[in-house]
Structure formats: structure tokens, C-alpha cells
């Protein structure tokens, strides 16, 4: 079932994707060569919980860390780890908050020191096709019709979206209904509605669309060891527009 949110439950979502913003706005200023993704784990970390949020994916079904650190190659659902970053990686970061009963949930490319040009085109056909995606997030549209909008940017630009994880409703559970795939025919799935809280996510591969997960039972690599992108945000359908609750400052 979907749940449809009121005005004041939408506030307190956006409270919270507040906090993922300033995070994420934040690390944009950390992230640099020679700093490791436990270290980016544990500024965010701190700075989340200054501001009163509480990490949403510590210990989620198990998951070992605070955010999701997915460097290169890996996809989702990286693990902090203490290798440093270098010149030319590319790093998406995860990070979801929760704050007085609520969850906001975004993600995030960024390019370490001078990145390679398919790197770069990999980070901006990601992040346009978040923003197509969420231009279609529209009331009276269906859900698929934010999934092939996405395929179609991606795939025009030469590149893959990721079939095996999906977008999401968030509201008093971080993950909720309906699934948003990044992927399919448009027409299809429920009709979107005013009310409705939603986290839209490509992941977008340079090579083929196929991942695999490693042996840490979390960390999802590309298949053929292509770059991966990932650019999410969380939106709420009100007043007959769509707004982004994790947006920038
Ligand atoms: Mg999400």
C-alpha cells in the first residue's frame, strides 16, 4: 500500500532531508584525494548528529556502516573502508537521516582531483536523468513513466541504468511503496498522487547493466567492472508540483 502523506507529515520529511542535504552539501567540501571513505563516514556522521538526525543505515537489515561509500566500479552499498581515495576516482555517496519519525534519503557523485571525460559524462548523463525523473514525478502520471523517462535519457547517452535496485516510497519507514525501477515501458504501475513521498535513483553504468554483489554480502560492483553513478533525491508530490525536499542550498 501506498501511503499517502499530510502536509504536516511532508514538514517533518522535509526536517529530515534537511539534514541529508546540509550532509551531503557539506561533504562536497571534504571529499578530496587522500581522504578515505571511512573518514567521509565519520564527518558525516558527526555532522548528522549535531544537527539532531540520527544515521539511517546503521545496521539496516545488517549494514555495517552510517552511509554508503561506492567508489569506481562499485555501484550501491559500498562499505567505508580506510583506502584513500585518489586523483580520477569517482565516489557516490548514500546517506539517508532519520529525525523525529521520519526519513529523508539522497545520494551523490562526486569526482575526486581530475576525472577521466567518461567520468565526467558518466556524472552529468546520472544527474540529468535524477532531474528528468523527477520532472516526471508529475500527479496523474504512473510510476513507470518516471522509469522510462530515466532508461531513455540513459540509454540515448550510450550508457545503462542498473536493473536490480530500484527507487522508493520514504516516509515513517525508509523504505516503503511503491518501487521505482530505472527501468521499462512507460503507462504502467499506480497513478502518482498528491501526498505521495518518493525516493527516485538511477544508477547508471558506463559498460552493461548487470551487477554483482561481492563477498561482504553488500557491496554491488558492475558486472563487466565498468564506472557507476548514482544520484538519488527525495520528492513530495504537494500543491499539484513536485518539490525536492533534498535539494542543495
Ligand atoms: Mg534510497
Not at 83 to 101: A, C, F, H, N, T
Not at 169 to 187: A, C, M
Request: glycine letters at 12%.
Amino acid at each position: 500500500m501506498i501511503l499517502i502523506k499530510s502536509e504536516e507529515e511532508i514538514k517533518r520529511i522535509a526536517e529530515a532531508c534537511r539534514i541529508v542535504a546540509e550532509t551531503l552539501d557539506a561533504l562536497k567540501g571534504f571529499v578530496a584525494e587522500g581522504v578515505s571513505t571511512k573518514e567521509i563516514e565519520r564527518f558525516a556522521e558527526d555532522l548528522i548528529k549535531s544537527k539532531g538526525g540520527t544515521p539511517a543505515f546503521k545496521g539496516y537489515k545488517g549494514f555495517p556502516a552510517s552511509i554508503c561509500t561506492s567508489v569506481n566500479n562499485q555501484v550501491v552499498h559500498g562499505i567505508p573502508s580506510r583506502v584513500k581515495l585518489k586523483s580520477g576516482d569517482i565516489v557516490s555517496i548514500d546517506l539517508g537521516v532519520y529525525y523525529k519519525g521520519f526519513y529523508g534519503d539522497a545520494a551523490i557523485t562526486l569526482p575526486v582531483g581530475k576525472i577521466s571525460g567518461i567520468a565526467q559524462k558518466l556524472l552529468k548523463v546520472t544527474e540529468d536523468a535524477l532531474y528528468i525523473g523527477v520532472e516526471t514525478a508529475k500527479v496523474g502520471n504512473r510510476v513507470s513513466d518516471i522509469s522510462n523517462a530515466i532508461q531513455r535519457h540513459v540509454e540515448s547517452n550510450g550508457f545503462s541504468v542498473v536493473r536490480a535496485f530500484v527507487g522508493h516510497g520514504i516516509g515513517k519507514l525508509l523504505h516503503e511503496e511503491p518501487q521505482i525501477p530505472n527501468f521499462g515501458p512507460p503507462g504502467r504501475g499506480p497513478r502518482l498522487r498528491e501526498g505521495m513521498t518518493l525516493a527516485i535513483e538511477p544508477m547508471v553504468n558506463t559498460g552493461g547493466h548487470d551487477v554483482v554483489v561481492l563477498e561482504d554480502g553488500w557491496t554491488a560492483v558492475t558486472a563487466d567492472g565498468s564506472l557507476s553513478a548514482h544520484f538519488e533525491h527525495t520528492v513530495a508530490l504537494t500543491d499539484g508540483n513536485v518539490r525536492v525536499l533534498t535539494k542543495s542550498s
